[in-house]
């Protein structure tokens, strides 16, 4: 599977992003797909997830309300709209894919990683 990430850029404090993942593959389907971030001088951390079949979500409490993680299998793609942003909020993000099928928080257990896109909030 090879991934890739879209949709970031430069937006004020308050303002919206939908960052896209677009997957190679016949079998993106059964994967769970994550979005995490690394900003400048921290550790990349997870953001958000959802499993294979999109029934099960996700999200870092940071996040939570304020970002909404999506999927459409036919597109092999996963969307991470984001909402309210803040500064802390800028990183380069990450999508990753599962191939248990899971919408797990933990880094290890993804298979294939994303090149990243950069997210900068500017207050």
């Known amino acids: 599977v090879q991934l890739q990430a879209s949709g970031g850029g430069l937006v004020q404090a308050g303002g919206s992003l939908r960052l896209s993942c677009a997957a190679s593959g016949r079998t993106f389907s059964s994967y769970g797909m994550g979005w995490f971030r690394q900003a400048p001088g921290k550790e990349r951390e997870f953001v958000a997830a959802i499993s294979w079949i999109g029934g099960s979500t996700n999200y870092a409490d940071s996040v939570k309300e304020r970002f909404t993680i999506s999927r459409d299998n036919d597109k092999n793609t996963v969307y991470l709209q984001m909402n309210s942003l803040k500064p802390e909020d800028t990183a380069v993000y990450y999508c990753?894919?599962?191939?248990?099928?899971?919408?797990?928080?933990?880094?290890?257990?993804?298979?294939?990683w994303g090149q990243g896109t950069q997210v900068t909030v500017s207050s």
């Open positions: 990753a894919a599962h191939g248990l099928g899971r919408g797990s928080q933990h880094q290890y257990e993804y298979d294939y």
